[in-house]
């Protein structure tokens, strides 16, 4: 994400972010409007922090289905305050499974890019997929939820300490928070405790 490795003034339209705007105007916004409208309410001094701050709203406060409107920090400019057609949207959702490996090799950790023409998080650093057989008889070391646009997933991360993985940059630890991280890579870190 350019705004946040090279504090360009670009926004950030992800799942959560979409949610957040949506509630804010209290109706449906097209693909172009959540971008059109993201980029208008960009602050221009810190568009890093700013796109953080709208992801984290939308991961944390701005809940699917019981938004927390309470101790939402923007509730008094918020249209819906989170009442909108939350059944009809909830039918519509989808449910998959994921599977990631955390691949450490002392204090670093085996990252992949994005491909850049890829239409969601282009350019973003993640963990390496799995696929969900290839893990089958394995214990994951962290289980979480995630959602994203119209899918909510089920996370399943393994430890893997495989020499012959090698596809990915390895990163030190102390500095992934540099990287263009996805909303979900970041999660993950976080939970193992292993960025700050």
């Given amino acids: 994400m350019a705004s946040i490795a090279f504090d360009e003034p670009v926004a950030v339209v992800d799942g959560n972010v979409k949610r957040v705007l949506q509630r804010l105007i209290g109706g449906e916004l097209s693909g172009n409007d959540h971008w059109q409208m993201a980029q208008e309410l960009l602050d221009l001094r810190r568009p890093g ?35 909108s057609n939350e ?8 449910k998959a499974t994921l599977s990631y490996l955390l691949v450490r090799r002392g204090d670093s ?50 430890a893997d300490s495989r020499e012959g993985l090698r596809e990915g940059t390895w990163y030190p630890l102390r500095a992934v928070h540099r990287l263009p991280l996805t909303g979900l890579a970041r999660k993950i870190l976080h939970r193992l405790e292993l960025m700050a």
């Fill in 109 to 158: 950790v085996l990252l992949r890019q994005r491909p850049a023409k890829v239409s969601l998080m282009p350019g973003m650093w993640e963990l390496p997929s799995v696929k969900h057989a290839q893990t089958r008889n394995e214990i994951p070391v962290l289980k979480l939820r995630h959602s994203i646009t119209t899918t909510d997933y089920s996370i399943l991360v393994y």
């Fill in 87 to 94: 059944k009809k949207v909830a039918a519509l959702r989808k």
């Fill in 49 to 83: 922090d700013f796109n953080q701050a709208m992801m984290e709203l939308g991961a944390t406060i701005c809940l699917p289905g019981h938004p927390i409107c309470a101790r939402c920090p923007v509730r008094n400019f918020c249209a819906s305050r989170g009442t």
